[in-house]
């Protein structure tokens, strides 16, 4: 098989059936954007085994957006809450890499499995993982610059799918870069283009100010602040208009159905620069702190979770067994995210 658009041009459309580097075999495409189309491929070396390939066209940046999402997923190797890297290359038309092969977005999850607003249960639990994912990009010297739902996703089967990961580091910049043996922190431009989505980016972010890690951490807030209830903006399209009412919400408001803790979370964001290090010790502490409260368990069933036991109550004679075997499994602490002081705490870069 062949490539089905042979022209530079556009989205990277390879055919079902075709063979990329000899070893990966198109099933079918997963989806398309700004930054690549994304393809689910087997893995002819091990059959049944299946991985994520995207593509990008060489045409219009010369591979320059998945070059990066290459070097950051390189950094992140072994890390937790990320993809494994398990090739990439380039070809005449199109550059490509094979990584692992994800579920569902948590955008997804929340649109089709969850009925209403998200428990506090459930989102102050993917507040943490969130929470370990931007520390460990930022310990790697990145910022995301675009975090949101639809960039966040579950691993395929059980237990990875109790696990939250980071995707989409198309939009990523470092801050951290290196020269010789020295590491520095990049200075923040004073005039910066306009990234991220909108509806989840900093106040900062929409005055075109270099993002740094508190934005990331803005954008956990506003993700956190949307699980328990509609964004105040959530109507809104323009870029300034969203800008405005996020000037004009008091985070009071924006956190009214969110715990107490939420609110010291955002004073200490507000009290940071460019420069500053964020406390994410402090707010993994008042994570915990809501778990404490609430007597949450990491092994607890998430929402979506509670909606696939019941239709299996419903569907089958023998649900009731079926749902125990369930959180039987998800008891098991192997079966959930673990979290320590450590994993907060730790600063390898020294910033």
């Known amino acids: 098989m062949v490539e089905s658009n042979d022209s530079d041009e556009g989205p990277v459309d390879l055919a079902v059936g075709k063979v990329v580097a000899k070893r990966f075999l198109i099933h079918y495409k997963c989806g398309e954007g700004g930054c690549g189309t994304v393809y689910k491929v087997e893995d002819l070396e091990k059959k049944k085994h299946f991985y994520a390939l995207k593509a990008e066209s ?19 190797q072994g890390r937790k809450h990320f993809a494994e890297l398990i090739q990439s290359g380039k070809r005449e038309r199109y550059s490509y890499m094979v990584m692992t092969l994800f579920g569902p977005s948590l955008s997804y999850v929340l649109k089709k499995k969850v009925k209403g607003d998200l428990s506090i249960s459930s989102t102050v639990r993917i507040g943490i993982q969130l929470l370990y994912c931007i520390k460990t990009l930022h310990d790697a010297g990145y910022i995301h610059r675009d975090i949101k739902p639809g960039n966040l996703a579950l691993g395929r089967h059980f237990p990875q799918s109790r696990f939250l990961y980071m995707l989409d580091f198309g939009l990523s910049r470092e801050h951290i870069t290196r020269d010789g043996d020295k590491v520095l ?36 807030v506003y993700l956190i602040a949307e699980l328990r209830g509609p964004l ?12 405005e009412l996020k000037k004009r ?18 004073a200490h964001l507000r009290s940071l620069t460019y420069y500053t290090r964020p406390n994410y010790f402090f707010i993994y502490k ?27 109550k419903r569907i089958r004679h023998d649900g009731e067994s079926t749902s125990l075997h369930y959180i039987k499994h998800s008891a098991d602490s192997g079966n959930s995210p673990s979290f320590c002081d450590e994993d907060f705490t730790s600063n390898p870069l020294g910033f």
């Open 286 to 312: 008042k994570f915990m702190e809501v778990m404490k409260e609430g007597g949450f368990k990491f092994t607890d069933p998430y929402d979506w979770e509670k909606t696939v036991m019941a239709k299996k």
């Open 58 to 76: 060489n045409s219009a940046s010369g591979g320059a957006v998945l070059k990066l999402e290459v070097a950051i997923l390189r950094r992140l």
């Open 185 to 220: 922190m990049r200075r923040p431009r004073t005039d910066t283009l306009f990234r991220g989505t909108p509806k989840y980016c900093s106040i900062s972010t929409h005055e075109r100010n270099e993002q740094g890690r508190p934005d990331d951490l803005w954008s956990l």
């Open 249 to 266: 919400t008091p985070d009071t408001k924006l956190l009214a159905n969110c715990p107490i803790q939420m609110l010291e979370i955002t």
């Open 232 to 243: 105040p903006w959530e109507d809104l399209s323009s870029k300034h208009d969203i800008k």
